[in-house]
C-alpha cells in the first residue's frame, strides 16, 4: 500500500519505519532532513515536499505537534485537501484540539474525502515497539480500512465515537495522567519528609487503593525504578511541555463545552510554572522536582 507519512518527530519517525519494515510503501516528509534520511534507512522514501508525498497516496498519515500545523497542512491553499488523490483516507495521528479535528474532517468531507482522528498513547518507547494505543473518531467504515496499518504501529485500537471523539479521549485521559502524576509526586514526597524509603512507600500504595499507572510503570523518584526517565536526569519520555499542551487542551475544551475541570486547571497551573523554571525539555514526570523541600 502506498502511504504518505507527514511530521517524522519523536513519535512519527518510529510510527513511520514500522509501516516501512512492515513491506508498505512510505513516502514521508518533515522539515528535518536527518529524520527522513532515518526513514530511507528503514525502507521509506523521502519525499521533497508535503504535496509530493501525498501525491500517490492511498493512506495519508499525518504526527503534527498542534492544533495550528493541523489546520495549515490540510487546510491551507497548498495544503493536504488540495494535492491527495480522490478516495484517499486521510488519518490524524496529532493530539489537538476535538474543535480543530472535527473543523479539519467537515473541510475534507466537503471536498470528498474520508478522515479519522486518531490520537495515540504509549510514548516514544510504544511508537518503537510497535504498541501504540490509538483513539479513533470517525466513521467504523474508515476505521476498518485503516485498521490493517494502524495493527502494524499499535497493539490496542478503540473507535471512541464520530469525528473529535478520539481526539476527546485523548484529552481526557492525558489530563487524568497530569493529574495523577502531581498527585503521586506529592505524596512521594510527603512520605519522603517523613523519613519514608520511597521505594518501600511506592511498593505498599501501588498494592493499595492509591494505585495508580504512574506508581507502577512510571514512577517519577528518582532510583525507584529502572528504565524510566527519573532515573536517567528526567531525559527523554514525555515533555513537561507536552503534557502542558495538552493539559492547556483540556482546560479550552472544558471551557468551550461547559464542563468543570478545577483539578485539570491546578496541574495546567504547575506544569505551567514548572516549565517557566526551565524544565519544559525535561520528562514531566520531573514534576516531582517542583514538590522539593525549599533549601
Known amino acids: 500500500m502506498n502511504i504518505a507519512f507527514i511530521g517524522l518527530g519523536n513519535m512519527g519517525l518510529p510510527m513511520a519505519q514500522n509501516l ?80 480543530a479535528a472535527r473543523k479539519v474532517a467537515a473541510a475534507a468531507a466537503k471536498r470528498g474525502f474520508d478522515m479519522l482522528d486518531a490520537p495515540v498513547s504509549g510514548g516514544t518507547g510504544g511508537a518503537q515497539a510497535g504498541t501504540l494505543t490509538f483513539m479513533v473518531g470517525g466513521a467504523s467504515s474508515d476505521l476498518e480500512r485503516a485498521r490493517p496499518l494502524l495493527e502494524k504501529m499499535g497493539k490496542n485500537i478503540f473507535h471512541a465515537g464520530p469525528s473529535g471523539a478520539g481526539q476527546t479521549v485523548k484529552v481526557c ?39 495508580n499507572w504512574t506508581l507502577e ?53 504547575l506544569y505551567d510554572l514548572h516549565s517557566k523554571a526551565g524544565n519544559g525539555q525535561l520528562d514531566f514526570s520531573s514534576i516531582f522536582q517542583l514538590f522539593a523541600p525549599k533549601a
Open 20 to 99: 516501512a519494515r512492515a513491506g508498505h510503501r512510505v513516502a514521508g516528509f518533515d522539515l528535518s532532513a536527518a529524520q527522513m534520511a532515518s526513514l530511507a534507512e528503514a525502507g521509506g522514501k523521502a519525499a521533497a515536499s508535503a504535496a509530493a508525498a501525498v501525491a500517490d497516496a492511498e493512506i495519508v498519515i499525518t504526527m503534527l505537534p498542534a492544533s495550528r500545523h493541523v489546520e495549515a497542512l490540510y487546510l491551507g491553499e497548498d495544503g493536504i485537501l488540495v494535492h491527495a488523490r480522490q478516495n484517499t483516507l486521510l488519518v490524524d495521528c496529532s493530539t489537538i484540539a476535538p474543535e
Open 173 to 211: 485521559n492525558n489530563m487524568l495522567l497530569g493529574i495523577l502524576m502531581v498527585g503521586t509526586s506529592e505524596a512521594l514526597r510527603l512520605g519522603i519528609a517523613n523519613g519514608m524509603d520511597p521505594t518501600v512507600l511506592s511498593e505498599v500504595m501501588a498494592k493499595s487503593s492509591g494505585r
Open 217 to 269: 510503570v512510571y514512577n517519577p523518584c528518582p532510583g525507584v525504578m529502572d528504565n524510566v526517565p527519573a532515573s536517567r536526569d528526567y531525559a527523554g519520555g514525555f515533555g513537561v511541555d507536552l503534557m502542558l499542551k495538552d493539559l492547556g487542551l483540556a482546560v479550552e475544551n472544558a471551557l468551550a463545552v461547559g464542563a468543570n475541570v478545577p483539578f485539570g486547571g491546578l496541574a495546567r497551573s
